[in-house]
């Protein structure tokens, strides 16, 4: 007998100033050391042209716990997939080119949202603070760890120029400066996974890389804690974190079971469905758990 869990949503969600130029005679200097960090934009233009760029999570359409209902599941009902791909696509470890799939990772995982409003060709600030932090292994392997991490680059290669790739960059770039007011580079805003503007640093000074990595950390930290405080509420209410069996995590509550698929419900409603045996044996226990406290229920 099919049967579905219909539940609501919600998902998971968590300055230093100066002037110098980079030596063109050091071998990790300007562009080599920019590349180390990530290297050029490649693609913008996932984010639809004059968009409101908008991270926040609303909570309105919220059901309430006292409605959950289960009845045979309703195959005519349309319940587009996302959940699978979402664990399918690799998770990117480096810096994103994409505003949308780096807000979308930082939702899912809960690490804070690392956001370098930079420009490769015209700031030297900007080649210094990559030169000194971002293209360390040291700095790599702690982002890896701790955030997602995006860079939005104003700098358009010539061949886009004029051209409609290069002016949907540029729009792409400009609305994500007008939406978190970037006036000069670099500059780097540190993001809670929920949307909140967490810290928000302005320039580089030389020489002082372990100063703003360390204020780093502790803004990071301080996201985190944003988040943790959250997540906390909507724990009550059900959400929790889920994970693949191979070890991919999105915080969600269960919108709908039937035997071999579940479906989940993300911050924003957007629902997405994987197969049972792709959850962890945790999670796929809780599923069997919660439906014979159902079951129960039933009987009484």
Not at 14 to 29: K, R, Y
Request: proline fraction near 5%; aromatic fraction near 10%.
């Amino acid at each position: 007998m099919c049967w579905r869990f219909c539940l609501s949503l919600l998902l998971a969600c968590l300055v230093v100033s100066c002037s110098s130029t980079a030596p063109e005679d050091d071998p990790l200097a300007g562009l080599d050391a920019y590349k180390q960090a990530g290297g050029k934009v490649r693609g913008h233009d996932v984010l639809p042209v004059g968009a409101d760029v908008n991270v926040s999570v609303s909570a309105a359409g919220v059901v309430s716990d006292d409605d959950i209902v289960w009845a045979p599941e309703d195959d005519s009902v349309p319940m587009p997939g996302g959940l699978e791909e979402l664990w399918k696509k690799p998770e990117n470890k480096s810096w994103h080119e994409s505003y949308v799939e780096a807000s979308k990772q930082s939702r899912h995982t809960g690490q804070p949202l690392l956001i370098w409003f930079t420009d490769t060709q015209h700031s030297p600030l900007c080649r210094k603070l990559s030169n000194e932090l971002f293209s360390h292994g040291d700095f790599d392997g702690w982002a890896s760890m701790s955030v997602v991490r995006l860079r939005v680059d104003s700098s358009i290669p010539s061949k886009e120029r004029g051209r409609d790739i290069g002016v949907r960059k540029l729009k792409y770039i400009e609305n994500l400066k007008k939406r978190y007011k970037v006036k000069g580079h670099p500059t780097v805003l540190i993001l809670s996974p929920r949307g909140a503007v967490e810290a928000r640093y302005r320039g580089f000074k030389p020489g002082y890389a372990d100063y703003y990595w360390g204020r780093m950390k502790g803004d990071v930290n301080k996201a985190a804690d944003d988040y943790g405080a959250w997540r906390e509420k909507l724990e009550k209410k059900g959400y929790r974190m889920w994970t693949s069996r191979d070890g991919r995590k999105t915080f969600a509550k269960l919108y709908r079971f039937q035997p071999g698929k579940v479906t989940l419900i993300d911050p924003d409603g957007n629902r997405g469905s994987t197969s049972f045996r792709k959850l962890s044996d945790q999670d796929q226990s809780w599923v069997m758990l919660e439906k014979k406290k159902y079951e129960a229920r039933k009987k009484h």
